[in-house]
């Protein structure tokens, strides 16, 4: 598979993703339903965390986030229960379309030349960038089911 199908299918993912940020109330995107532990606002949030820590942060290279974002959504937090604000959401909405793009340019570029081995939860080692490409998509497409599934909740 070429760089290129990996990227549009990812830009296609944030896409969907974006549309829930979009069409959804802060309330509606901070929901968290019996029998769930997160809400649809922290899974998109988690999924841009994840890309950098996934493809910036194995690569040893410079996260295009802030420590903050992934203090609050990486892996093994909980939503703090508030409401995001129309400014987090445009923020969170930003960040879903400029991560993306550079990515895609950092990689065109060569920029990621090294790559930390790890072993993602989901049980996948990964050894390269390409292979956190792929893996990275596999993810946003588990929480896009996770915030389909939410989203019969609101």
Known sequence: MDSNTIFDLHKITR??????????????????????????????????????LLCYKFSELPLLISDTWVQKYCKGTIPTGSLPSQEEIQELRELLISTQKQLQQDYQQGKFVRYTAYTTSYGFSLNSIDEALLFNNTHEAMHLGIIKSLSYFK
Not at 21 to 29: A, F, G, T, Y
């Open 15 to 52: 896409g969907h993703l974006i549309t829930y940020l979009d069409m959804l109330s802060p309330e509606q995107l901070a929901y968290i339903p019996e029998g769930f532990r997160n809400n649809i606002f922290w899974n998109i949030a988690h999924c841009v965390v994840t890309q950098q």
